[in-house]
T-cell receptor, first 115, second 112 residues
Framework: DAGITQSPRYKITETGRQVTLMCHQTWSHSYMFWYRQDLGHGLRLIYYSAAADITDKGEVPDGYVVSRSKTENFPLTLESATRSQTSVYFC??????????????FGPGTRLTVL | GENVEQHPSTLSVQEGDSAVIKCTYSDSASNYFPWYKQELGKRPQLIIDIRSNVGEKKDQRIAVTLNKTAKHFSLHITETQPEDSAVYFCAPKSTGNTPLVFGKGTRLSVIA
């Protein structure tokens, strides 16, 4: 589990501010994911990435930006935070998306509060 | 895209009883069916999975069964213990390089 980390673990910000959540994995997994977790909604995919410089939208991408210049890092940026983005954010990684090697390993989460 | 529903959304059982959580999905091309467990304040973790060419898989007190015709799969926990209390998510996956689609979760409470 120490192979995937997130920072910060807790963040309080104000509406309109830019916030970046960091995710780092040491397994050299190809795939990385960002989810948000809200009561009643489970885990919703925001963005995912198949490799460096390859990203795809998930179910709820609006208001978020991602980049992946290095395989091990996958930062998530809220360019202008809104109260509706208050949530717990999980980063995850997996070797593949096929039938094998697709177990997702989650980071510890970042609890973000937007005031 | 995949439409996933879990039932029930909450479940309370007495310690030692069995628990069953059902997951229905819409994409008939789905071929991988995992269950994740998330304890309070922790990260989700894979506990068991099954592929479409297998009808049932067991791992000690937990099992997963698959009914491809009806498009649902279920998590079975026998002899429940307090440490089984958690939120459980199903996450069926379609063919190709498509990501998992998580259900909304089932909160299981095991009462001692």
């Amino acid at each position: 589990d120490a192979g995937i980390t997130q920072s910060p673990r807790y963040k309080i910000t104000e509406t309109g501010r830019q916030v970046t959540l960091m995710c780092h994995q040491t397994w050299s997994h190809s795939y990385m994911f960002w989810y948000r977790q809200d009561l009643g909604h489970g885990l919703r995919l925001i963005y995912y990435s198949a490799a460096a410089d390859i990203t795809d939208k998930g179910e709820v991408p609006d208001g978020y930006v991602v980049s992946r210049s290095k395989t091990e890092n996958f930062p998530l940026t809220l360019e202008s935070a809104t109260r509706s983005q208050t949530s717990v954010y999980f980063c995850a990684s997996s070797e593949r998306l096929g039938l094998e090697g697709n177990e997702q390993f989650f980071g510890p989460g970042t609890r973000l509060t937007v005031l | 895209g995949e439409n996933v529903e879990q039932h029930p959304s909450t479940l309370s059982v007495q310690e030692g009883d069995s628990a069953v959580i059902k997951c229905t999905y819409s994409d008939s091309a789905s071929n991988y069916f995992p269950w994740y467990k998330q304890e309070l304040g922790k990260r989700p973790q894979l506990i068991i999975d099954i592929r479409s060419n297998v009808g049932e898989k067991k791992d000690q007190r937990i099992a997963v069964t698959l009914n491809k015709t009806a498009k649902h799969f279920s998590l079975h926990i026998t002899e429940t213990q307090p440490e089984d209390s958690a939120v459980y998510f199903c996450a069926p996956k379609s063919t190709g390089n498509t990501p998992l689609v998580f259900g909304k979760g089932t909160r299981l409470s095991v009462i001692a």
